[in-house]
């Protein structure tokens, strides 16, 4: 399977505090992408990183991708408790429109 | 913009009963995703469309599942007859030809077959 793997499952921090969560994968891809879910709620694009590039910036985002290792990570600079969440990073499969999912992360950011 | 809407957003049902699951993706939008995401497994992708027509239903389950697409508005995902296993959230999902990689979720349909 070409299913990501993230890393940590869980991470719980302090309000203020920097979150870092690790994506691998196991084939050659053209992008990474980050999706956040809310709980009881459907994803949300974050970011999307192509193949060529290393890293990427958007507002409190940043993430990079090292595709000699087939990982990727997501930092999120100065939490807040909004950003309590799952984050899955997701990969093209074989360049067709057709993504594929990690596990997630479950961020829990306490006040 | 409405977002993708889905419909009902929780479905309780018996084991052996029909279940058909809505969704209408977001206008313009030319791909359409069905994916079912459990605790066990996370999110799998059942299959897409593009312009209507179904391109990958590798992810299809097994024949009791079904999905359509008639027309660019609207898609349906059944399960006949449904069992307990197949209790799951299901997500559709959309994206425009212009951006093929950032897919735009509804809110889920939370399924629970008894």
């Known amino acids: 399977s070409q299913q990501g793997e993230e890393d940590p499952q869980a991470l719980s921090i302090q309000e203020g505090e920097n979150a870092t969560m690790n994506c691998s994968y196991k084939?050659?891809?053209?992008?990474l992408q980050w999706y956040r879910q809310n709980s009881g709620r459907g994803l949300v694009h974050l970011i999307l990183i192509r193949s060529n590039e290393r890293e990427k910036h958007s507002g409190r985002l940043r993430v990079t991708l090292d595709t000699s290792k087939k990982s990727s990570s997501l930092l999120i600079t100065a939490s807040r408790a909004a950003d309590t969440a799952s984050y899955f990073c997701?990969?093209?499969?074989?360049?067709?429109?057709?993504?594929?999912f990690g596990q997630g992360t479950r961020l829990t950011i306490n006040p | 913009d409405a977002g993708v809407i889905q419909s009902p957003r929780h479905e309780v049902t018996e084991m052996g009963q029909e279940v058909t699951l809505r969704c209408k993706p977001i206008?313009?939008?030319?791909?359409l995703f069905w994916y079912r995401q459990t605790m066990m497994r996370g999110l799998e992708l059942l299959i897409y469309f593009n312009n209507n027509v179904p391109i990958d239903d590798s992810g299809m389950p097994e024949d009791r599942f079904s999905a359509k697409m008639p027309n660019a508005s609207f898609s349906t995902l059944k399960i006949q007859p449904s069992e307990p296993r197949d209790s799951a959230v299901y997500f559709c999902?959309?994206?425009?030809?212009?951006?093929?990689?950032?897919?735009?979720f509804g809110p889920g349909t939370r399924l629970t077959v008894t």
């Open positions: 084939t050659s891809i053209n992008n």
């Open positions: 999902a959309s994206n425009p030809s212009g951006r093929p990689y950032e897919q735009y």
């Open positions: 206008s313009g939008h030319d791909y």
């Open positions: 997701a990969t093209d499969f074989q360049g067709a429109q057709k993504l594929v």
